[in-house]
């Protein structure tokens, strides 16, 4: 019986999709629909788009913006994003870390 569900678990972690995380498909996500274009490989913002991490927008306001937007950046539809995907999105900016304390190292404090 142990055999089966030992192969059953491998069978469960080796497959492609299924052992995935929610937030390795965001960022993968995050890359194939362009969102990195503006905001950054990592949503640490840039010359076309703001910081989107860490601490993204609560969830609500996060997907309203996405989906219905009418500003200088494009909306992603419901239809072309769906919100599974986009909640994907948003759990992996959730992961992104807070910088380090710069405050440690005093040769910066000209930088700061
Ligand atoms: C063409 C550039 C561009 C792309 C691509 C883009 N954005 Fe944006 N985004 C912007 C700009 C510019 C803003 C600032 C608001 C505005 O003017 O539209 C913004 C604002 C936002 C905000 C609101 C941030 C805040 O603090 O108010 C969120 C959330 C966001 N983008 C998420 C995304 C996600 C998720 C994707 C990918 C699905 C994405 N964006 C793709 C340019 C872009």
Redesign the pocket.
């Given at each position: 019986m142990y055999k089966f569900i030992l192969a059953a678990l491998l069978l469960l972690v080796s497959s492609p999709g299924l052992a995935e995380t929610p937030a390795a498909r965001g960022k993968a996500l995050?890359m194939k629909?362009?969102?990195y274009?503006?905001?950054g490989t990592v949503g640490q913002g840039g010359t076309?788009?703001?910081r989107?991490a860490p601490d993204p927008?609560p969830w609500q306001q996060?997907a309203q913006?996405?989906h219905n937007?009418a500003?200088?950046?494009?909306p992603?539809r419901e239809q072309a994003?769906p919100a599974a995907d986009?909640k994907d999105?948003y759990t992996y900016l959730q992961t992104i870390p807070k910088p380090r304390d710069l405050s440690r190292y005093p040769l910066l404090a000209p930088f700061r």
């Open positions: 995050y629909v362009g969102c274009q503006c905001h076309a788009g703001l989107l927008l996060f913006f996405v937007t500003g200088i950046m494009p992603y994003l986009l999105i």
